[in-house]
């Protein structure tokens, strides 16, 4: 795969690329062309087979793309041909949500623990994770291999726990929390901030794009 | 603002700037410049002069931008100007999550109804929000003027919720689940997919490529 710098906007894709190959694979379907996976997906073959081109390219000219191969070519690219263990801070309803969504493990992310401040959640279970205080933290990364922290915290408890978690030797962060973390720690750590709000906001305004464009009565 | 075509990716930094500009406004900013917002933001000055410019500019020369002024001008841009009914489908922690989110009421959207069809949550209120059984929904939004409706609901549901919420007049879906569901509703239905495990895989191939690059030991 070598040094390639492959951009922003492919590696974007790519995930959609896996989720649509799962899907093909658990429909029992072994090989695709770009023509077909194009019409699925709804973007054009050519993007199909440039985006691909950029990893060695998958396919062979008139047999199209082994899917379950390509499938898993895509996983290494991602890192998911490794198991990943995430905890999560904040066990409200979003951080549970989180923990109980067994489809991550599917893809190689497991969620060794929760952790919160509120006492009355101390040692109750999401699933078989159980959820641990916020001083309990730095012990439990010192005993357990973590990579991945997720962020389920009020923006200002997110930017103090960021610290403790890069102090503590977390080098991804999932985020949640409204306020773009990367500006705030070393560029030695992976942040993915998921803003809800803005995707909202998205949406309010390709409603009202489409009401000025009078296809809303 | 006319009938100008404002391109995706502006689109896309708009809800960035007004979460900026509401910082500013609480921490008593009244004005400021496209230098100064910049280097919070980390883009480039010269890419917000140019994206607002796309909306007829705001700011004046040697003054910058009045931050409230600018903020109002781009809620409107992004329809926040007038209050958004939603509901919720799917009362499960994600769902209740997103009842229980306050600050989008900030934004102009009001929660007016989670559904389940999980009948040990009837009539359980979240918040003040009453959760209801699937089958008061469409006599639901023939009472209601509901704009905007959450799914938070497997795959498999998605989809045919989104053609009952389609049938009954809902023009915007925030979907939650994994598929895209832009390309089984109808062109004159706004449609934003927030795919969590997508965001993820990105934060996945991140850490990977931190640590082949030799940044993480």
Redesign the interface.
């Known amino acids: 795969m070598g040094q390639k710098v492959i951009s922003k906007a492919v590696?974007?894709r790519?995930?959609?690329y896996?989720?649509y190959l799962g899907e093909l694979l658990d429909a029992g379907v072994e090989r695709i062309s770009s023509g077909e996976l194009s019409q699925q997906?709804?973007v054009t073959a050519s993007q199909i087979r440039q985006d691909l081109n950029n990893f060695g390219g998958f396919g062979q000219q008139g047999y199209g793309y082994n899917v379950y191969y390509l499938r898993t070519e895509i996983a290494k690219?991602?890192?998911?041909d490794r198991p990943?263990k995430m905890i999560i801070i904040g066990a409200?309803?979003?951080g549970?949500?989180?923990a109980?969504?067994a489809?991550?493990e599917k893809?190689s992310?497991h969620v060794v623990g929760l952790f919160d401040n509120n006492k009355a959640l101390k040692r109750k279970m999401v699933r078989d994770i159980p959820i641990m205080m916020i001083d309990e933290l730095p012990g439990f990364l010192q005993k357990n291999d973590v990579?991945?922290a997720a962020l389920t915290l009020p923006k200002e408890n997110a930017i103090d726990m960021a610290q403790i978690l890069v102090e503590n030797g977390i080098?991804?962060?999932?985020n949640f929390a409204?306020t773009?973390l990367n500006?705030v720690v070393p560029?030695?750590?992976?942040?993915?901030n998921?803003?809800?709000?803005?995707?909202?906001?998205?949406?309010?305004?390709?409603?009202?794009?489409?009401e000025e464009e009078g296809?809303?009565k």
Do not use: C
Not at 77 to 80: K, S, T
Not at 171 to 174: E, G, P, S, V
Not at 187 to 192: D, F, G, H, L, R
């Open positions: 590696i974007k790519l995930p959609r896996y989720r997906m709804k690219i991602l890192g998911l990943h409200g309803n979003l549970q949500a989180l109980n969504y489809k991550f893809n992310f990579e991945i080098h991804a962060i999932w409204h773009d500006l560029k030695t750590v992976a942040v993915q998921v803003h809800l709000s803005e995707s909202l906001m998205r949406l309010s305004y390709n409603l009202k794009t489409l296809k809303i």
